[in-house]
């Protein structure tokens, strides 16, 4: 199996900045990509951002310019740098990756547990 925890969700006012985190374990061969969703109380899941190997980035245009994703191929984590929050970012955000558990497997998605990001006015 492939876990993924998540960790650097809070409280923040309108402006300030957090530092989202996720680390995979388990039984895995290779990661092809990483990215992060979040979900608001009563809409869809969305995209944020999200890197694929060799290092190329996608964002969601809402995030563009404020958001910065990385990861650390040695350490199979991902993270998300998120500045000049506001209060529409305020969700709950689910780390993912896309994982091959040994040679020959298929690709899957793993998801991880979410982490609440609250972003007041």
């Known amino acids: 199996q492939v876990q993924l925890v998540e960790s650097g969700g809070g409280v923040v006012q309108a402006g300030g900045s957090l530092r989202l985190s996720c680390a995979a374990s388990?039984?895995?061969?290779?990661?092809?990509?990483m990215g992060w969703y979040r979900q608001a109380p009563g809409n869809q899941r969305e995209l944020v951002a999200a890197?694929?190997?060799?290092?190329?980035?996608n964002y969601a245009d809402s995030v563009k310019g404020r958001f910065t994703i990385s990861r650390d191929n040695a350490k199979d984590t991902v993270y998300l740098q998120m500045n000049s929050l506001k209060p529409e970012d305020t969700a709950v955000y689910y780390c993912?990756?896309?994982?091959?558990?040994?040679?020959?497997?298929?690709?899957?998605?793993?998801w991880g547990q979410g982490t609440q990001v609250t972003v007041s006015s």
């Open positions: 890197i694929i190997s060799g290092g190329k980035t």
């Open positions: 388990g039984s895995i061969f290779s990661i092809n990509a």
């Open positions: 993912y990756c896309n994982a091959v558990r040994q040679l020959g497997d298929p690709t899957r998605r793993y």
